[in-house]
């Protein structure tokens, strides 16, 4: 499996600052930049943009008016045509003012996230940032480390488990909640055993604050997401809810590999 990465930036700030970072790490160094012009975008976003990466990758500035959705499938669909083993990691930065699950879903970005899960060879990475700043601040995480959530070897598990294989991180693993009936060759990872709380969103939690709490790493929560057939935008409710979690939680990126039941 060969992964393809590509950024699509509506600004250049914080979270395009995380996202060129996390691209770089999972994507060897080589990554693709897209931008399309909305009302209130930056009108020197390339020429900043070649400043901040050196010019490389160069940001690709589509003419105003262009539909973004239509955009990023185009260059989805030139980055697989490479071959049947790509799959394309679509890196979206969202930079949030305020903690607000309601403004994310409004959001034109929650319908792209939306209409790529259905995408065949596609993965969706959040790397959202909450925060007032509008430009880079400087700081970026020295360390990741990759964890997929893993409740079953199933078909979604082993495509999930995969895609972080071919990642090219260092520290990669799977972490299972509670009893666990199968074993680790199974998934082809290292497994994390995590205790189980009350609420599995508490032990999520728990599990990765004790990641975030050493300075300078990151943690990209890989989650294999259930996309029924039958109903095209039908989503596992656990996903879901682990996402929403998650979400404004410092130093998580969030990556959802879906998978058709």
Request: glycine share 8%; aromatic share 6%; no cysteine.
């Amino acid at each position: 499996m060969r992964n393809r990465v590509l950024i699509y930036a509506e600004a250049l700030d914080v979270a395009a600052e995380g996202a060129v970072w996390y691209a770089r790490q999972i994507g060897g160094g080589v990554f693709e930049a897209l931008h399309v012009p909305g009302p209130r975008s930056d009108t020197g976003i390339h020429a900043r943009w070649f400043d901040y990466t050196g010019g490389e990758p160069r940001l690709d500035v589509r003419p105003a008016g262009t539909d973004p959705t239509a955009a990023v499938l185009g260059e989805i669909e030139r980055l697989r045509a490479e071959g049947d083993d790509v799959v394309v990691t679509v890196v979206l930065p969202e930079q949030f003012r305020k903690r607000s699950l309601v403004a994310a879903a409004q959001r034109s970005q929650f319908r792209l996230k939306l209409r790529l899960l259905v995408e065949p060879r596609v993965v969706v990475a959040d790397v959202p940032a909450v925060t007032s700043e509008r430009h880079p601040e400087g700081r970026v995480p020295e360390r990741l480390v990759v964890r997929m959530l893993a409740d079953a070897v199933d078909e979604g598990a082993r495509q999930a488990a995969g895609y972080v294989q071919g990642l090219g991180v260092p520290d990669v693993r799977a972490v299972h909640f509670g009893e666990r009936s199968w074993d680790e060759v199974d998934l082809g990872l290292p497994v994390d055993d995590a205790p189980s709380a009350t609420k599995l969103g508490d032990a999520v939690l728990a599990y990765v604050r004790g990641l975030t709490t050493e300075e300078g790493t990151a943690v990209n929560i890989i989650l294999p997401e259930r996309i029924r057939e039958n109903m095209r935008y039908l989503r596992g409710r656990r996903a879901l809810a682990i996402k929403r979690l998650l979400l404004f939680e410092p130093h998580v990126i969030l990556s959802s590999v879906p998978y058709r039941a």
